[in-house]
């Protein structure tokens, strides 16, 4: 559940479409780079941010905005 908040969050930041394109662009950008489709998935900065920061509750109130910004590109 932590999880999809902190995706939430996210979506709210980016204010809901661009969210949406730039996970896209994201995942189809490492899929070109030669990723498989899972791993394609779990470098999206988006879904690192919220993988890392499952079982810690009180991230969400910790976090700053755009934190995503720092697990771009700091592939697996």
């Not at 559940?1 to 189809?28: A, G, K, V």
């Not at 990723?35 to 976090?63: C, G, T, V, W």
């Amino acid at each position: 559940m932590n999880h999809e908040n902190i995706h939430i969050q996210q979506e709210i930041e980016l204010l809901i479409l661009p969210f949406y394109i730039w996970y896209l662009t994201e995942y189809f950008l490492y899929r070109l780079q030669g990723m498989s489709k899972i791993k394609a998935y779990h470098n999206i900065s988006f879904e690192k941010e919220a993988y890392q920061n499952d079982f810690n509750l009180h991230y969400l109130s910790e976090r700053k905005c755009f934190s995503f910004f720092k697990y771009l590109k700091k592939s697996k």
